[in-house]
Structure formats: C-alpha cells, structure tokens
C-alpha cells in the first residue's frame, strides 16, 4: 500500500491555496509549496481531506491517475503533524509501533490549541494586563484542579493495576503546584485570598470537568488526557523555557512573578520527566488496543484539545472585554434563601 492509498485527515488549522502552477500548503507557522501544472485539482483534494479520505481515491475522482506527485506533500504534511493517518494505530504490529503512531495523533490534536489568536497575542505583545492576568489566575484553577481529577485517576485504575503507581505519583509530583501560581500572582500585587475565592470561567470549569469525567471512566480515557497535555511538539529544555520565558517578561513586565511561576513549574516538568507520560507506558505494556479502544482514545485526544482551545478563547474573549483586573467575585447567595 503507498502513502497515496491510506486514510488521512487534515488538520483544520491548514489552507490548502491554489496559483497557476503551484500549490501553497500553509498554516500559522509553516508552508509547503508543491509545483504542479494541476495545482486547482490538487488543492481540491487536499481541501477535500478536511473530511476523512483516500488521497488516491480523492485524485481519481479529479481526473488524475498519477499519484506520485502528491506523495511529498503527503509525507511534508504527515512530518509536520499537520496530516493524521487514521490508519497507522490499527495497523501496528507491536507496542513501540502503537506508542509511536498515538504520540503522533497526539501532536495532531494538540497543535491547533497554539494557533490561536490569544497566542499570537501574547507573543506579540499586544495582550491587555487583563488578558496577562486572567490567564495566570485561570491558569492557576486548572493547575490547583489537580486536586480534583487526579485522585479519582488513581481509584479508577481498574485493568492495569500495576500502572497506578505511576499514576500516584504523577499526582503527588503535580498536588502543591497550585500554590506556585497562586505564589507569583501574589508577587504581581494580587489577593491571593480573591483569587482562590473567584470562580473559574466556565470554559475552564468545563475542561475541569471533563478531566473528572474520564478519571472516572479508567486508566485509558484518563492516561489519554495527558497525551494532549504532554504532546511532545517541541523538544523542551531549561535553555528553551529561558528564553521563552525571558521574552513574555519582557513583553509584559508587571507580570514578572507569574511568568516567573509558569517557568518554575515548567522547568519541574522537565526535570521530573512528565513528557514521557504514563499513557506511554500503557501502550508499551498493555495488550494492544482493539479498534474500540483506539477510537476510544481519538475521542478523547480530540474532546481535550478542543476543551483547552474553548479555555484559551474563553481567556482572550472575557478578560479581553475588562477594563482593568480583578479576580471574578464568588457568588454570594447570604440574603437569596
């Protein structure tokens, strides 16, 4: 079988945009460019691949009977994670084939949550102190919400009860690190005594939520979150969190403390290895996934990375509209019963 006659799926952060004689393939970051005397035709089919298909089938259908020409743009978009073979995870023969096909789906899903306009924001520079601000104490319910989800990963664990050690500790490591963000908001003048108190916008309670929902179901809804968490979509270091880091204090220096706390627990990240996650070692050391389960898993990849694309618009949208900062108010409901 060639590259041409698999399934794929297109991520929707891609444009596939026609010229005479040429093809631009781009999305946020990335462009490739394929030289054909049939460039209408074949951006139809790559367009086409928004839907579930088979490239080969798609160029039939356009009148073209050669497929050798699609195959770069194929493998650039494959190597790029901007394309899924739907097919590659049913079709490993072996655990490390498995763990590899599902970490690339992983990527898959993951990347459109960093090709949103709040990212191009905040790179820029151009968010406001309540957009900054927002995030951070946003940020800080998720991360504290450990304390909620993480606990029923671990009852939960019901199949492979040799993997709820790893699952424990993963929570003992990830427990306090609320009190990180709750440290460097306090540093940029912040209650952080409103902030525990003020509820989260219902776009992070509802991801909240959902981690909640598949702690309950079992280890493999539950370990499948992390994927998307821990993707793997570019190689981290301290040397990268630096600079990266460097760069947002600079863009936005009355957030110093709290860019302080977001590379502090990145930087725990890396040293305890939680890019290596435990999803993984389900893969390598669970039978291999039936074709329930895999879909199983595509699921949930998907619900996560679009839950955490509704957190980060709900972010750019509601603290976008303040005019200045304050963490929201609880409700108080003395005087209403």
Same mark, same amino acid.
């Given at each position: ?89 049913? $079709? #490993?023969?072996?655990?490390?084939? &498995?763990?590899? %096909?599902?970490?690339? !789906?992983? @990527?898959?899903?993951?990347? =459109? *949550? ?30 504290? $919400? #450990?304390?909620?989800?993480?606990? &029923?990963?671990? %009852?939960?664990?019901? !199949?492979? @009860?040799?993997?709820?050690? =790893? *699952? ?44 909640? !929902? ?124």
């Amino acid at each position: 079988m060639t590259i041409t006659q698999r399934r794929y799926l297109l991520s929707p952060i891609c444009r596939a945009l026609p010229a005479d004689t040429s093809v631009l393939i781009s999305c946020r970051e990335e462009e490739i460019l394929l030289e054909s005397l049939l460039a209408p035709q074949i951006a139809a089919v790559i367009q086409a691949l928004r839907q579930p298909g088979c490239p080969a089938e798609l160029l039939t259908q356009q009148g073209i009977h050669t497929s050798q020409l699609l195959e770069p743009a194929l493998q650039a978009l494959l190597e790029s994670d901007l394309l899924l073979d739907l097919e590659r995870a049913a $079709a #490993a023969a072996s655990h490390a084939e &498995l763990a590899a %096909a599902l970490q690339a !789906e992983a @990527r898959f899903w993951a990347k =459109p *949550i960093f090709e949103q306009p709040f990212w191009d924001s905040v790179l820029s520079g151009a968010c406001s102190p309540s957009q900054i601000l927002g995030w951070g104490v946003e940020f800080y319910h998720f991360v504290d $919400a #450990a304390n909620d989800y993480m606990p &029923l990963g671990v %009852a939960h664990t019901r !199949e492979m @009860r040799q993997l709820r050690n =790893p *699952i424990a500790s993963h929570y003992v490591e990830e427990m306090s690190h609320g009190g990180i963000f709750l440290e460097g908001l306090a540093r940029c003048h912040l209650d952080p005594a409103s902030i525990q108190a003020a509820p989260p916008l219902p776009h992070t309670r509802a991801l909240i939520n959902q981690l909640v !929902e598949y702690a309950y179901e079992g280890e493999l809804a539950y370990t499948a979150s992390f994927a998307i968490m821990q993707p793997g979509l570019a190689p981290q270091s301290l040397a990268v969190l630096d600079e990266f880091y460097s760069r947002l204090r600079a863009c936005y220096p009355y957030a110093a403390g709290m860019f302080d706390a977001f590379q502090r627990h990145a930087s725990l990240d890396v040293a305890l290895g939680h890019d290596s996650t435990v999803f993984m070692r389900l893969c390598r050391e669970a039978p291999l996934l039936s074709p329930v389960q895999l879909r199983r898993v595509r699921s949930v990849m998907r619900g996560v990375a679009e839950s955490f694309i509704l957190f980060f618009e709900g972010i750019f949208s509601y603290y976008g509209h303040a005019e200045g900062f304050a963490p929201r108010r609880a409700l108080q409901l003395e005087g209403l019963l």
